[in-house]
């Protein structure tokens, strides 16, 4: 897959383009559905499938206070729009200038002379262009003007919601990872460097990779079955997010016990999929009972795990 960082950078003519448009964070079953979609067309036409993303998260630019933490990264987002059969991905630089645009300029200027579209995926609720102006039947009406046709996929409803990156952000929140699984079509992820932390796991017997989390949704406080990707090898661990309240810690932190594991990773990237919360955080009267509750946790999160293999 060929990704084009910036819209000047966009080399046409492209053979048939099937394009989708979208911010696309998390990468979900519905975002999935409209990647595949585009493939499918384009394969079908013997054209090229193009998913058109922006960095960073639009509301960063238009409003800053209300951006939410992301579900994915620029490189996740975009192994897994790879994994859907896109050919291309073009990601614009969300600036306030490209926010400015009224909808009729941007179907101009880049889906009509830029990309040379000849079909276009999106969702039912799709909206682009200054303030949202460019709605789902006005796209429709551009594609009359510039040649393209409109393909519109439904609403995608899993256990009776509607599939979408904010329900998923609060299943993720609440630490409801089966379900989030479900929204995603995969366990939900994060990465991050190995950090230096308190050492308090190490102290007590139970080293931890700490890892630096800024701007990513974490799951809710709590205790978790978790599996650790380091160098695409997957290591079985369990995971703490939060307070540590029994050592009266006021900062919040994720740590990873891995099982088996004694490699020197301070300051690598790794990942941590989160496959299912076992308990909620609870202050221990004593380190002696905090420890007895680390094996018991340990031994449920082998327990989970083992079911996976």
Do not use: W
Not at 269 to 275: A, P, T, W
């Amino acid at each position: 897959m060929k990704i084009v960082r910036g819209t000047k950078n966009i080399k046409g003519p492209f053979p048939y383009p099937v394009i989708t448009l979208g911010n696309f964070d998390g990468v979900h079953v519905g975002h999935q559905i409209l990647f595949r979609k585009a493939a499918e067309i384009a394969r079908e036409k013997k054209g090229t499938s193009i998913a058109f993303t922006f960095e960073p998260h639009p509301l960063k630019v238009i409003a800053p206070e209300k951006v939410p933490p992301l579900l994915t990264h620029f490189h996740k987002k975009m192994e897994l729009i790879e994994a859907c059969n896109i050919d291309n991905v073009i990601c614009a630089d969300f600036t306030r200038k490209f926010a400015d645009q009224r909808p009729r300029d941007f179907s101009k200027s880049i889906i009509k002379e830029k990309i040379g579209a000849k079909e276009i995926v999106v969702g039912f609720d799709y909206a682009f262009g200054r303030g949202r102006e460019g709605t789902v039947p006005y796209l429709k009406k551009m594609g009359e003007e510039f040649g393209f046709t409109v393909n519109v996929v439904d609403p995608i409803q899993l256990d009776g919601l509607t599939v979408s990156s904010s329900h998923v952000r609060e299943l993720i929140e609440a630490g409801n990872m089966e379900s989030a699984r479900k929204f995603l079509g995969r366990y939900y992820s994060i990465f991050g460097p190995v950090v230096s932390g308190y050492k308090t796991g190490q102290a007590i017997g139970f080293p931890t990779a700490n890892i630096d989390t800024t701007k990513v949704q974490i799951p809710g406080t709590g205790v978790y079955a978790v599996r650790m990707i380091y160098q695409k090898k997957s290591y079985e661990a369990v995971a703490n997010i939060g307070f540590n309240p029994t050592f009266q810690r006021d900062r919040l932190s994720v740590e990873v016990h891995i099982f088996d594991f004694s490699q020197a990773i301070y300051g690598k990237e790794i990942e941590v999929e989160f496959v299912s919360r076992i308990r909620s955080e609870i202050e221990f009267e004593s380190k002696d009972d905090l420890v007895v509750q680390i094996k018991k946790d340990i031994e449920q999160a082998k327990t989970i795990l083992a079911k996976l293999n």
